[in-house]
């Protein structure tokens, strides 16, 4: 998977694709949120739309970014050469060079917005 420019910043959510899966989504956080998978989703998306502390920031920044749901990273990343990560995930590419930004356990592990958007800052 090719990006417009040659490098960009690739956030691959664990949830996948398609507006059924998004209701379902919504209804885990709300009646579940202790088991629900993404954090991902959860620190970029409220119940219905994206953060607005998030959009903000993904508007301002210079660098491309590319929002993959599982079964399309899956789809585009998935070789018998490279094992997939664990997600949820954010990846850097650099022309065909992939390289881990945040892993999924770090990611794991952020409560608040803000301070995903100080972590990817600094990466990037």
């Given amino acids: 998977m090719m990006t417009k420019s ?4 690739i956030f691959v959510y664990n949830a996948n694709s398609g507006t059924k899966n998004g ?6 956080k709300i009646f579940s949120p ?20 998030w959009k903000a920031f ?3 920044t210079d660098m491309e970014f590319v929002f ?9 990343f998935k070789s018998k050469f490279e094992s997939l990560y664990e997600l949820p995930v954010i990846l850097f590419q650099d022309n065909y060079e992939l390289s881990l930004l ?6 794991n592990e952020i ?4 301070v995903l958007i100080e972590k990817v800052k600094s990466r990037i």
């Fill in 6 to 9: 040659n490098k960009a910043v």
């Fill in 23 to 28: 209701l379902l989504d919504s209804a885990h």
């Fill in 34 to 53: 202790k088991t629900y998978e993404c954090n991902l989703c959860d620190l970029t998306y409220g119940l219905l739309s994206e953060n607005r502390k």
């Fill in 58 to 60: 993904r508007k301002e």
């Fill in 68 to 76: 993959l749901h599982k079964d399309d990273y899956q789809k585009n």
């Fill in 102 to 107: 945040m892993s999924n356990k770090e990611l």
């Fill in 111 to 114: 409560e608040e917005v803000e």
